[in-house]
């Protein structure tokens, strides 16, 4: 179910089986049905999201947000994450949850974001 996620939600950079079984064995996976995930990370000073998705036929109806709190309600610990900084939707959507710019990422055009307690 998650490759197929991955597949449809980040068709350029889908992880592919392995990664996704490795990443399903360090940390939690959140699922609303076949909409939406959220995979996380869960180091010792951290947790990284390393992937929020809505399905396209299911975006923009609540469902990234819902996630995303749903994760930061189970969070012990301060949650970092990377965006690609032409990706409007999801930067609104951590801005407006409370994520601050931590670092960028030249080689990938990417924001490091975090956000504490
Ligand atoms: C980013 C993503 C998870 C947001 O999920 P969603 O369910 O569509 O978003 P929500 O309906 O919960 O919207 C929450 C906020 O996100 C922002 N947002 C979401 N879609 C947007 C869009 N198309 N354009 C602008 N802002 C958008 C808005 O700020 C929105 O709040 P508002 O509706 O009050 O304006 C979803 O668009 C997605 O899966 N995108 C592809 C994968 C991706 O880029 N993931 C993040 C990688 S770090």
Redesign the pocket.
């Known amino acids: 179910m998650i490759a197929r996620f991955e597949q449809e939600?980040?068709p350029d950079n889908s992880l592919n089986e392995l990664s996704i079984e490795k990443e399903l064995g360090a940390g939690r996976t959140w699922v609303a049905e076949d909409q939406?995930y959220a995979l996380t990370r869960w180091d010792e000073d951290v947790i990284d999201?390393l992937?929020?998705?809505?399905?396209?036929a299911?975006?923009?109806?609540?469902?990234?947000?819902?996630?995303?709190r749903t994760v930061l309600h189970h969070a012990d610990r301060p949650v970092i994450?990377?965006?690609?900084r032409n990706?409007?939707?999801?930067l609104?959507?951590?801005?407006?949850e409370g994520f601050q710019l931590t670092g960028y990422l030249p080689d990938a055009d990417a924001l490091l974001l975090k956000k504490w307690g």
Do not use: M
């Open positions: 939600v980040f939406a999201l992937r929020l998705g809505v399905l396209p299911y975006q923009r109806q609540g469902l990234g947000r819902v996630l995303l994450l990377t965006v690609r990706n409007d939707p999801a609104r959507l951590y801005r407006q």
